[in-house]
């Protein structure tokens, strides 16, 4: 059963960047059919962040493009965003997720309660 960890995460000022990790386990790790997502205190719903298809072609949300980067390490596993030039609004907790399904559908589509998601990492920007 596929896992996911993130690290990363922390306190940075405006205009900052970090790096966020999710170490994936259990299958073969792929880029394809995976993303980052974001969700702010008492808010229902995740927003996504980036998301790679079944083909691990990345679609970035308009918020982000041109400030955030995804990336992968296939030696170690591991998933990256790369979050440059970060404003106070990029504050919440953020979430790396896999979506099985994708591979037949061809994109992402989650809910908190579908696919395979991370426990998070908080990112807080200060002004």
């Known amino acids: 059963q596929v896992q996911l960890v993130e690290s990363g995460g922390g306190l940075v000022q405006s205009g900052g960047s970090l790096r966020l990790s999710c170490a994936v386990s259990g299958s073969t790790f792929s880029s394809s059919c995976m993303g980052w997502f974001r969700q702010a205190p008492g808010r229902k719903e995740r927003e996504g962040v980036v998301?790679?298809?079944?083909?691990?072609?990345?679609s970035y949300a308009d918020f982000v493009k041109g400030r955030f980067t995804i990336s992968q390490d296939n030696a170690k596993n591991t998933l990256y965003l790369q979050m440059n030039s970060l404003k106070p609004e990029d504050t919440d907790m953020y979430y790396c997720?896999?979506?099985?399904?994708?591979?037949?559908?061809?994109?992402?589509?989650?809910?908190?309660?579908?696919?395979?998601w991370g426990r998070g990492t908080q990112v807080t920007v200060s002004s």
């Open positions: 997720a896999h979506d099985p399904a994708c591979a037949s559908r061809g994109r992402v589509v989650l809910t908190t309660t579908t696919g395979v």
């Open positions: 998301v790679t298809d079944n083909t691990g072609r990345a």
